[in-house]
């Protein structure tokens, strides 16, 4: 039996598949909890099945990404939503977030000083913020290794 909906639409087992780094324990926990949400849920007999959109995935990567660096899973949600919300508001109007006119992906940089975060944005290079910036500690994502992972699951 085949998928019962489109292919944008993710599974939890397909999510883990996508970002093997992320553990079916951990992924589940946050289900629970509420710090990540399904597109939707379908109950099937005694079973639920969570589904993610494609543009979800990123939330998801990139919750993953704060709370390993140490971020509080409650700001990690707050944070990993707010950017997801910017993306899908770039995306309605035609300028993909995770991308610049050139194609040339960009960095998620968080910048941390006594320990609060004092900046996060997106640049297509991060030489000149270390050189220019007033901070303690810096986070750098690469999105183009999360957009390839993504890219590449043929489920």
């Known amino acids: 039996m085949g998928k019962v909906f489109p292919d944008q639409f993710f599974t939890t087992g397909e999510v883990i598949k996508v970002f ?12 629970k909890r509420g710090f990540i949400k399904p597109c939707f ?11 993610f959109t494609e543009s979800q ?8 990404k704060f709370v390993n660096y140490g971020v509080k899973r409650a700001e990690a949600y707050h944070l990993a939503q707010r ?9 309605a109007s035609g300028s993909p977030l995770f991308q610049d006119t050139n194609g040339i992906p ?5 910048a941390y000083k006594s320990g609060k ?13 270390i050189k220019e910036g007033d901070f303690d500690d ?7 290794v999360i957009t390839e992972k993504i890219e590449a699951y043929e489920g």
């Open 20 to 31: 093997p780094e992320i553990k079916m324990e951990s992924f589940q926990d946050w289900l």
């Open 41 to 51: 849920r379908e109950k099937k007999g005694q079973r639920s099945w969570s589904y």
């Open 57 to 64: 995935l990123y939330q998801i990567a990139l919750f993953h």
């Open 83 to 91: 950017l997801h919300t910017r993306r899908v508001d770039n995306e």
């Open 106 to 110: 960009p960095y998620t940089i968080m």
């Open 117 to 129: 975060l004092t900046h996060l944005f997106f640049s297509d290079g991060y030489d000149s913020i």
């Open 138 to 144: 810096v986070m750098v994502i690469d999105m183009k």
